[in-house]
């Protein structure tokens, strides 16, 4: 092999151990037992600035008042899996502004948009 040129392996490895550390550098911090996302390591989700913590909140909020806390049921009211939503409320997962905006939306139809929070 001539100088520039890897193996085909070294190249495999390297890349490898790059999507190892960005998956070491992605994970969320632990906050009394649970991974959250920080808020100022993302943008906010809609033009309202809401963060990723603003946005759980409202999830749980309409899980818990619309749907008596069950996953299963706010998730095929969101059109997601329930393993998505459940990853959403550990903070392993990052809420999108797709689900933010159902979420609201859901609110709406159900007449429950007081029961978000105040949006100044």
Do not use: C, H, Y
């Amino acid at each position: 092999m001539t100088d520039g040129q890897q193996s085909t392996k070294t190249a495999r490895t390297e890349r490898d151990e790059e999507m190892v550390s960005d998956n070491r550098s992605s994970m969320s911090p632990i906050e009394n037992g649970t991974a959250r996302v920080l808020r100022e390591e993302t943008e906010p989700l809609d033009d309202l600035g809401t963060s990723q913590e603003e946005a759980a909140e409202i999830l749980q909020i309409l899980r818990d008042e619309l749907f008596d806390g069950s996953v299963e049921a706010f998730a095929l009211a969101l059109g997601r899996t329930s393993q998505e939503v459940k990853a959403w409320f550990s903070g392993k997962k990052p809420l999108d502004a797709d689900v933010l905006l159902k979420a609201r939306g859901i609110a709406m139809e159900r007449g429950a948009e007081s029961l978000l929070p105040d949006r100044q």
